[in-house]
């Protein structure tokens, strides 16, 4: 089972570049598209105190980053430069 949990759509360049990101680095991630899912566009609302933003990842320890940049992919995950 993935430890990552990325909620995307399919028109966003941010999670076509997230989801390259860590396919590259070997991460195996679930993608759920917001668009199409309406519980998980509730949930990126509440996660993200009301905002749509996205690509929104969970991981396993509960933690999320909310679009975030490759280096900050990078440091979360644990990958050296």
Request: proline share 7%.
């Amino acid at each position: 089972m993935a430890a990552i949990t990325m909620y995307s759509a399919s028109w966003c360049p941010d999670c076509r570049r997230a989801k390259r990101f860590l396919t590259q680095h070997g991460f195996p991630f679930v993608e759920i598209d917001i668009e199409e899912d309406p519980t998980a566009a509730r949930y990126v609302l509440e996660v993200n105190g009301g905002r749509r933003i996205i690509p929104t990842l969970v991981f396993e320890d509960g933690s999320v980053l909310v679009e975030p940049s490759n280096a900050a992919l990078a440091r979360k995950l644990g990958i050296e430069p």
